[in-house]
C-alpha cells in the first residue's frame, strides 16, 4: 500500500490532493498535518513512500523542517506546493533535498 503525507495548513488544499490521490491509486494510506511541527514527527516516527509539503506553513520555517527530515530520512521524496516565485524560492529546497 502506498504511503502517502499530505502537509499543507489549507484544509481545502489537502482535501483536494487527498481526492486527487485516492483517485488515482486504489491502494492508499494517506494522513495528514498542518504545521511543521507534525510534518516532521510523522516523518521521523512512521514510514512514507512520499511526503507531499506546502512551503509555507505555522511553525518552523519550512526549509529547516525539509532539511531535519533529510537527515533523519534521506530516502523519502519529498515534493514542495507553492505558490511563490519559483526563482526565489526553489533552489534552496532543491538542495536540500526536495
Given at each position: 500500500?502506498?504511503?502517502?503525507?499530505?502537509?499543507?495548513?489549507?484544509?481545502?488544499?489537502?482535501?483536494?490532493?487527498?481526492?486527487?490521490?485516492?483517485?488515482?491509486?486504489?491502494?492508499?494510506?494517506?494522513?495528514?498535518?498542518?504545521?511543521?511541527?507534525?510534518?516532521?514527527?510523522?516523518?521521523?516516527?512512521?514510514?512514507?513512500?512520499?511526503?507531499?509539503?506546502?512551503?509555507?506553513?505555522?511553525?518552523?520555517?519550512?526549509l529547516?523542517?525539509l532539511?531535519?527530515?533529510?537527515?533523519?530520512?534521506?530516502?523519502?521524496?519529498?515534493?514542495?506546493?507553492?505558490?511563490?516565485?519559483?526563482?526565489?524560492?526553489?533552489?534552496?529546497?532543491?538542495k536540500?533535498?526536495?
Amino acid at each position: 500500500m502506498l504511503r502517502i503525507f499530505i502537509a499543507d495548513n489549507h484544509a481545502v488544499v489537502r482535501r483536494g490532493l487527498r481526492l486527487i490521490l485516492q483517485d488515482e491509486y486504489s491502494a492508499v494510506y494517506i494522513d495528514e498535518g498542518m504545521t511543521t511541527e507534525t510534518l516532521i514527527s510523522k516523518a521521523k516516527n512512521e514510514p512514507w513512500d512520499i511526503i507531499i509539503m506546502d512551503i509555507s506553513m505555522p511553525g518552523r520555517s519550512t526549509l529547516e523542517a525539509l532539511q531535519e527530515i533529510k537527515l533523519v530520512t534521506p530516502s523519502i521524496p519529498v515534493l514542495i506546493l507553492s505558490g511563490f516565485p519559483e526563482k526565489q524560492y526553489a533552489i534552496p529546497f532543491l538542495k536540500s533535498g526536495a
